[in-house]
């Protein structure tokens, strides 16, 4: 019996090698840069062409024109060209960057470091995640 599993565990691996070897030799010579990649370097071309500013706790959401895109932990609203707002997060609300819609419960017009979001699936409605709001820093135009 023993022979029998060790046969099937060397068996296994030699398939996983196999399938690990096929998906590298698909994937080779693909050097372009994946969605986060060139979200996270347009990012840092748009902050190199801003100055930031003193941290802030909230935001007004009222009356403005926000968007809104996930880059790993960080939460970026854009609000214009000129100026936008970047909250680092506790991590959960990533799936904003594939879809996900982000729901925060603002008992007010302004979202604030410590206010949770929740992302959750845009044809399921289902919860994906959530994270804690932190606080955020103001980029605008130099």
Same mark, same amino acid.
């Given at each position: 019996?023993?022979?029998?599993?060790?046969?099937?565990?060397?068996?296994?691996?030699? $398939?996983?090698?196999?399938?690990?070897?096929?998906?590298?030799?698909?994937?080779? $010579?693909?050097?372009? #840069? &994946?969605?986060?990649?060139? +979200?996270?370097?347009?990012?840092?071309?748009?902050?190199?062409?801003?100055? #930031?500013? #003193?941290? %802030?706790?909230? /935001?007004?959401?009222?009356?403005?024109?926000?968007?809104?895109?996930?880059?790993?932990?960080?939460? %970026?609203?854009?609000?214009?060209?000129?100026?936008?707002?970047?909250?680092?997060?506790?991590? &959960?609300?990533? $799936? %904003?960057?594939?879809?996900?819609?982000?729901?925060?419960?603002?008992?007010?017009?302004?979202?604030?470091? $410590?206010? /949770?979001?929740?992302?959750? +699936?845009?044809?399921?409605?289902?919860?994906?995640?959530?994270?804690?709001?932190?606080?955020?820093? #103001?980029?605008?135009?130099?």
């Amino acid at each position: 019996m023993a022979r029998v599993l060790t046969t099937f565990a060397l068996a296994a691996m030699a $398939g996983a090698a196999a399938v690990a070897a096929t998906g590298c030799a698909t994937g080779a $010579g693909t050097d372009r #840069p &994946g969605p986060q990649e060139r +979200d996270r370097a347009q990012l840092e071309r748009d902050l190199a062409r801003l100055t #930031p500013q #003193p941290q %802030v706790d909230c /935001i007004d959401t009222r009356f403005r024109t926000i968007s809104l895109r996930a880059i790993g932990d960080k939460l %970026v609203y854009r609000e214009g060209r000129n100026r936008i707002y970047v909250s680092n997060t506790n991590g &959960g609300c990533e $799936g %904003v960057a594939r879809g996900d819609m982000l729901v925060t419960r603002q008992f007010g017009p302004r979202l604030c470091r $410590g206010d /949770i979001a929740e992302t959750v +699936d845009r044809t399921a409605r289902f919860p994906t995640g959530s994270c804690v709001i932190g606080a955020f820093t #103001p980029y605008v135009a130099k």
